[in-house]
């Protein structure tokens, strides 16, 4: 869309975590090199926390793609796993096993012996094993007592296994915890990244701007460039969204500059708010967002204002430009899913019926938010499908009258989390919760 008018080679402000777009300010820099020290002298438990958006994933990312050769990785994604599937996903990530389910009758023992087999063998040649547990604040207190376990194994030298656990400041008030202080006295190396100076805001927008486009010049005003620090508060994601969203606006008005005015409407769209304010921009006229009674993402909102074919604040060739192309005879269009969902392994729903009787198997549905209208749920639920997903919508009556969408039903109550985790974290319904069975009429 606007890339060819600013010629950019890529999207600079792309959510996805891609390392080469990592900006290394100072707690970035101090971060990667503090956990590349702690891995090459095999520390055992390492630490990194941030609060949301502030590039966790990015940097881990980046870390994995520093680490030496002779390092076998793993990664732990759902955080909603019991002892047994934490175990399997280990072996299965660094190569023991092809396929997890191979060992789904394994008792815990069993997978420990493996492991620690795998574990010594590598010591043998001189490698080294790590493990890097993402959005680990929501971790089960069985699973956090596995984990301390697994960096017991170790030789009379060194630690077989080491463990690089990724999340959010929760997770240091609960390792603080009296039931957590084994674990707590564990962690080698403790790194915390922090949002972005006001300084450090001009130097992020201009790294990104320069590596897409090749060019040392930035289309952002010194101006905008203060208005992008006060609505993201320094948070990279937000930085993204706000100079995304900006950009868009920017093209649509033919500016080859990005002013205070563009980023102002930028922020308004995305319901930010400056630090210090608590009022809610009021939405650009035309916007026609349908409310929705449940709790929805900003993100999310988007989206679905863009799959009613609305888009606020633009005119009607801009509006074109963002949705996907019109098919003839087709009703509104539906926008992609973001690269992130798109890749993601979704879990088969199960084909009995949601509802379950005496006798019949139980199943697991994911309850996501109720719309005032129809075409706003139609939507998500389309959204949704695209994904891979098994969504519908089904009215509701009585107090909480609308339309609800529902995702599932799932054989597992594991299936039924993971997709709880998709669509809270990846697609914004931040209400949403796993019910038993579904909606009658599935």
């Known amino acids: 869309m606007y890339e060819d008018y600013y010629r950019f080679r890529r999207r600079p402000f792309s959510p996805t975590p891609d390392p080469e777009f990592l900006f290394k300010s100072a707690s970035h820099q101090q971060a990667l ?14 630490l990194l926390t941030g609060d949301v958006g502030t590039g966790k994933t990015t940097t881990t990312r980046a870390l994995l793609q520093l680490v030496d050769r002779d390092v076998f990785t793993a990664l732990v994604l759902n955080p909603f796993v019991s002892e047994n599937e934490l175990l399997r996903v280990l072996l299965q990530d660094f190569g023991v096993v092809s396929d997890s389910r191979a060992l789904q009758d394994a008792s815990r023992q069993s997978l420990v012996e493996t492991l620690n087999r795998f574990l010594l063998s590598l010591a043998h040649v001189g490698a080294s094993a790590l493990a890097v547990v993402d959005e680990a604040q929501d971790l089960a207190p069985s699973v956090l007592e596995q984990l301390r376990v697994l960096t017991a194994l170790e ?10 656990l990724v999340g959010q400041p929760e997770l240091q008030a609960l390792l603080g915890t009296p039931e957590m202080r084994q674990l707590n006295q564990r962690i080698a190396r403790r790194c915390t990244l922090r949002p972005l100076t006001r300084e450090e805001v001009d130097r992020y927008v201009g790294f990104r701007v320069q590596l897409a486009s090749g060019v040392a010049e930035t289309m952002f005003s010194e101006r905008a460039l203060d208005l992008i620090y006060e609505f993201s508060e320094g948070i990279p994601r937000k930085i993204n969204l706000i100079c995304d ?15 205070e005015t563009l980023v102002g409407k930028a922020a308004g769209v995305l ?3 400056r630090a210090g304010n608590t009022e809610v921009p009021s939405p650009q006229p035309g916007s026609g967002r349908a409310p929705a009674l449940g709790v929805v993402a900003a993100q999310t909102k988007r989206w679905l204002a863009a799959a009613a074919g609305v888009v606020a604040g633009v005119g009607i060739g801009a509006a074109l430009a963002v949705l996907v192309p019109w098919m003839p005879g087709a009703g509104p269009a539906v926008p992609a899913p973001p690269a992130m969902l798109a890749r993601l392994a979704l879990p088969a729903p199960v084909e009995f019926a949601a509802g379950a009787g005496p006798g019949e198997r139980q199943s697991y ?27 519908a919508v089904v009215a509701t009556e009585g107090g909480d009258a609308g339309y609800l969408v529902w995702v599932g039903p799932y054989a597992s109550l594991a299936d039924a989390r993971l997709m709880e985790t998709v669509v809270k974290r990846r697609f914004g319904f931040l209400d949403a919760r796993i019910v038993a069975g579904g909606p009658s009429g599935r």
């Not at 090199?33 to 390492?46: P, T, V």
């Not at 994911?366 to 997903?389: H, K, N, Q, W």
């Open 33 to 46: 090199e503090q956990l590349q020290r702690g891995i090459g002298r095999r520390e055992g438990m390492l």
């Open 155 to 164: 030789t009379d030298q060194q630690k077989l296994l080491q463990i690089l």
């Open 245 to 259: 969203r900006s950009l868009e606006a920017g093209f649509a008005a033919l500016s080859p500059t990005i002013d």
């Open 271 to 273: 319901e930010f708010t």
């Open 365 to 391: 549905s994911i309850r996501t938010v109720i719309f005032e209208t129809r075409p706003p749920a139609d939507a998500t639920a389309a959204m949704l499908s695209e994904l891979g997903a098994d969504a």
